[in-house]
Structure formats: C-alpha cells, structure tokens
C-alpha cells in the first residue's frame, strides 16, 4: 500500500471548517483513499474514503486532486468533539481489509 | 454503520497471568478479524489477522505462542495475552471485517482494551 505524509498536528477554532491535509504521491491506480480518526482512548472510527471523485457523507467531505496525489478532509463545522488523531490511509481495496495506520494529524478544536 | 463490541474496556493482571479479550461483531458475520497494539503516544500497529476456522496469521516480530488468537465462529474472536509482563501493558483493538457485507467502509473497530501489568 502507498505511503502517506500528513501534517503532525493542527489547531481549528470550533464552528470554522478544519482542513486536513494528506500526501500520497506513489498512489497507484487501484488504491483507495480512506480516512478513519481516533478519540483519545477509544477505538478508530471510520470517516469516509474515495477513489478518485470527490465524496461527501454526514461527518466529512473528501477533496481528492485531479492526479490523486493528495486529498483533503473538510470537517464543514467542527465542535469539540472532533478533537482526535485523524488517519489518511491508502490501501487496495480487495479481499484483504487490513489498514496500515501511520501517525495521523492530531486535530485540537478549539473553543 | 456495523458495530464491533470489546470486552473488557479495561483489566489490571499480575504479571505471569494470563488475560482474555474478546472482540464481537453484534450485526453482521466478520470473516476477518485484525488485533492491534498501541502504545502511548504511538499509532495502531497491527499484530495479527484471523479468519474465522483457519489459524491466525501473525506479524512480523509478533509471538503468536504469547499472544493466542482464536476466531472460532462468525462473530467472535478472542486474544488471549499468556504469561504477561508489565511490556505488554498496553491498548488492544480488534478490527471486524464484513467482507463486503456492509457498504460503505469495510473495517469496524472495537473500543479496545487497556491493559495494564502489574
């Protein structure tokens, strides 16, 4: 699975949009792009993941450029309870579900 | 979304017992389970992968006698950590996969467990 680079942390103020950026510049053709975030103490939560249109559901929009180099998620309004180590990971989608987490961005809303 | 359900969130064990985590998925059938390790401050790293009847495969510099998984039926797979010592204090995660079964993503995740050796 391709490598990704994102920032190690980012500050928002609550009720602004928050912006997270990920680099994944050796993305091949069939991999996907697929964010999870985790709250301090608990277990990964899915957020949403794309392959090359850009995708909106209930808690994210995913931006991905035109070359699939790099994507970002856009938290529309973020509250408090946003605050956690988002994760943009790169994987084949296939017959093997396993993720490859790297250290994520620490996104701290702040009031 | 699917849920995955841990038990327990939380154990405090002597050091040379043996503890027991179980890992549910309460809404759909897991073919495949994934066991995670965190520790402070660090990222999920991936310990094992079980499908349901077959024997787990391990990581990469994981013990597979000290950490003993069983994936016995659909929806359940148990970790069972033997001997610990204080090092394996840690975060423990189980991951669900539904195969497909479930659309929009394909792993679901547990609330993990903390694990403490004392």
């Known amino acids: 699975d391709a490598k990704t680079t994102q920032p190690t942390s980012m500050d928002c103020a609550e009720g602004r949009a928050a912006n997270l950026p990920c680099n994944h510049s050796t993305i091949s053709g069939n991999e996907y792009v697929y964010w999870y975030r985790q709250i301090h103490s608990q277990g990964p939560q899915y957020i949403i993941h794309g392959l090359k249109n850009n995708e909106t559901n209930e808690m994210a929009s995913l931006i991905i450029t035109e070359d699939r180099k790099s994507s970002t998620l856009i938290l529309p309004h973020a509250t408090l309870r946003d605050t956690a180590v988002y994760y943009c990971?790169?994987?084949?989608?296939?017959?093997?579900?396993?993720?490859?987490f790297g250290k994520g961005t620490l996104l701290t809303v702040n009031p | 979304g699917a849920v995955v359900s841990q038990h327990p969130s939380w154990v405090i064990c002597k050091s040379g017992t043996s503890v027991k985590i179980e890992c549910r998925s309460l809404d759909f059938q897991a073919t495949t389970m994934f066991w995670y390790r965190q520790f402070p401050k660090q990222s999920l790293m991936l310990m094992a992968t079980s499908n349901e009847g077959s024997k787990a495969t391990y990581e990469q510099g994981v013990e597979k006698d000290k950490f003993l998984i069983n994936h016995a039926s659909l929806t359940l797979s148990t970790l069972t950590v033997t001997s610990a010592h204080p090092e394996d204090s840690s975060f423990y995660i189980c991951?669900?996969?539904?195969?497909?079964?479930?659309?929009?993503?394909?792993?679901?995740f547990g609330q993990g467990t903390r694990l403490t050796v004392v």
């Open positions: 990971i790169v994987r084949v989608v296939g017959s093997n579900y396993k993720l490859t």
């Open positions: 991951s669900a996969s539904s195969g497909g079964q479930v659309r929009g993503t394909e792993a679901f």
